[in-house]
């Protein structure tokens, strides 16, 4: 059309729908695109022949939808309306109800169109109350939506890369520490090695994404050698090696796991505010050239101008000063802002997670030391000077000895008083039996279950990490019953903490990951006490001695031996005669 028939200008120009019909086309375009790049990858074999879409995919295809029917049917409808009933003075076209309809829902308002009958004043009520809740339930949608394919396919290789740096760095040995040293001299600090691994096992690994995966316990095999070493470790491997010496080895890696969970959600949320920061400032320049080009005929708009004429709506403020009068300028608004608007509600969101938050953290903390003093807030700055915290703690303790002296209370800890945390030494030290485990086993699972009622995002420490492997373990069948039984599987006993199976690798909270296994070993224990049972009543000649059974000849009383079969020094009422322990 521009090169054959153009339009005689300035008498002339190409109407809003020749420039709607440009964008549909550019839009079909780039779908029948995107459509080919997923069949080639397709046949190339990286993608699946077929996908299921997410709730939160379908839900935002269908608010869609429901929004972009609503915005047509309103233009319909103020278009019909303002032309029998209004004043006249302003064209009130398809097209130009389409673009104030698209400024009424952005909250935009530049005032160029506006109805002037009172049945198109009345109608604006109920449109742009739905029309509002529409936009505010899709970018919702569009938020969420962008948040797992970030979390799909940027953070989880952020974190595979971190994992696989990790353990390349662990050492087995000595020696090899000994050869690292010299290569890399200090560049990058060692942590302890994994356990050693049987070599006849296979080895492969899956993601602990959440509990219904841990539960039927998938395998997923990989082609990466380093992360093959960070495997599930086995009873076998636990005693090759005093316990002390494998807390402390495990710790390393716990906490080398830990700066990895860190320095991941650091970057999830900073990644997500640097990519709005540029997608704002693309639709920002780009918008900008876009309207100059539009509007610098019509009304000698500069680049200047055109760039505050997008700031402004972007942040939807609309002066009304500037606004696009071209036909080719209210298509391209209606078409950029409806991408535009929704990217900086993200943009503010992500600020939200990131610089406003530090500066929420900063206004309380300055709080608790100033207009809102709190309990314990003096606690972190004093740990800088432990001379003086040390004279502090003998000042409270003494002043405290003395009160309970006077008041006539028993000095020492109350009964409600919790114990104190025990070390990794204590750890090792400490030789539990059975009863003692299951005892501990149920005040755990109360414990967790307070924690994830009080705080879902709570981090254990190594040391409550040891005691909650312990208690989830004991309950695990040996490899030899494995072998034999056929009944339902153990569920996820064993990890490594740079491993696919870390709890830390997770997508729900640490207390919820520890509960699932903690009741799951607790149902594990219930029934060996009943099978335990169900065993001894079957055999009367079984009992339990410890915690195993050993079987001996059952003597019945009506086939009782007389006194004259048994040795000299042997009473028939001797057990130790009769076979029974």
Not at 296 to 311: G, I
């Amino acid at each position: 059309m521009e090169l054959y028939v153009p339009p005689t200008r300035p008498q002339q120009g190409y109407t809003q729908g020749y420039t709607y019909a440009i964008i549909a086309a550019c839009m079909y375009m780039i779908c029948a695109m995107l459509l080919m790049v997923n069949m080639l990858g397709y046949f190339l074999g990286h993608y699946p022949q077929h996908f299921a879409l997410t709730d939160s995919q379908r839900t935002l295809i269908l608010q869609t939808m429901l929004f972009f029917i609503w915005l047509a049917g309103g233009a319909a409808v103020f278009w019909r309306v303002e032309t029998l009933y209004g004043g006249g003075d302003q064209d009130w076209s398809y097209v130009n109800a389409l673009y104030f309809c698209d400024v009424t829902i952005l909250t935009v308002g530049f005032g160029d169109l506006y109805p002037t009958s009172d049945i198109g004043r009345g109608l604006v009520f109920p449109f742009s109350v739905g029309g509002i809740i529409m936009l505010g339930l899709m970018v919702s949608s569009i938020s969420k939506f962008a948040g797992e394919l970030g979390s799909e396919k940027v953070i989880r290789r952020h974190v595979e890369r971190s994992r696989t740096r990790t353990i390349g760095r662990t050492v087995t040995s000595s020696l090899e520490l000994e050869n690292r040293s010299a290569l890399f001299d200090g560049i990058r600090p060692v942590i302890s090695a994994p356990f050693p691994m049987p070599q006849d096992r296979e080895k492969t690994i899956k993601i602990a994404d959440d509990s219904d995966e841990l539960k039927r316990h998938r395998r997923t095999p990989t082609g990466l050698k380093s992360i093959r070493r960070a495997m599930t470790l086995t009873s076998q491997a636990r005693l090759r090696k005093p316990k002390l010496l494998l807390l402390r080895e495990e710790k390393d890696r716990f906490d080398a796991m830990r700066h990895i969970q860190h320095d991941t959600h650091q970057f999830k949320r900073w990644s997500a505010l640097c990519m709005s920061i540029i997608a704002f400032g693309v639709l920002w320049c780009a918008g900008a050239m876009v309207f100059w080009l539009c509007e610098r005929y019509a009304q000698d708009m500069t680049y200047f101008q055109a760039l505050y004429f997008c700031y402004v709506s972007l942040l939807t403020i609309g002066y009304g000063d500037l606004a696009p009068k071209s036909n080719a300028g209210r298509p391209f608004f209606v078409f950029w802002s409806l991408i535009a608007v929704p990217t900086m509600t993200i943009l503010v969101s992500d600020l939200g997670n990131t610089v406003i938050e530090k500066f929420k953290k900063g206004t309380n903390d300055l709080g608790k030391f100033t207009l809102l003093p709190q309990a314990g807030a003096y606690h972190g700055v004093m740990k800088r000077y432990p001379t003086l915290v040390g004279w502090l703690q003998r000042k409270v303790e003494n002043h405290q000895a003395k009160k309970r002296l006077e008041e006539g209370f028993q000095t020492g800890p109350t009964p409600e008083e919790e114990p104190p945390p025990m070390t990794i030494d204590q750890l090792a030290s400490d030789e539990p039996s059975r009863d003692e485990l299951a005892k501990r086993l149920s005040i755990a699972i109360r414990k967790t279950a307070d924690d994830m009622k009080g705080d879902s995002k709570k981090r254990y420490s190594y040391e409550e990490w040891v005691e909650f492997t312990r208690l989830i373990r004991f309950t695990a069948r040996k490899d030899e019953d494995r072998e034999t039984d056929d009944g339902e599987d153990d569920g996820l006993i064993d990890w490594d903490w740079i491993g696919e199976k870390s709890p830390m690798m997770s997508k729900g909270s640490e207390a919820e990951f520890v509960l699932d296994r903690l009741c799951e070993s607790l149902n594990r224990y219930i029934k060996q006490i009943l099978a335990t049972t169900a065993s001894s009543q079957a055999s009367p000649g079984t009992t339990r001695s410890g915690d195993r059974l050993n079987d001996f000849e059952e003597v019945k009383p009506t086939q009782r031996p007389d006194s004259d079969d048994f040795p000299s020094d042997v009473s028939p009422n001797n057990d130790k005669a009769l076979g029974i322990a």
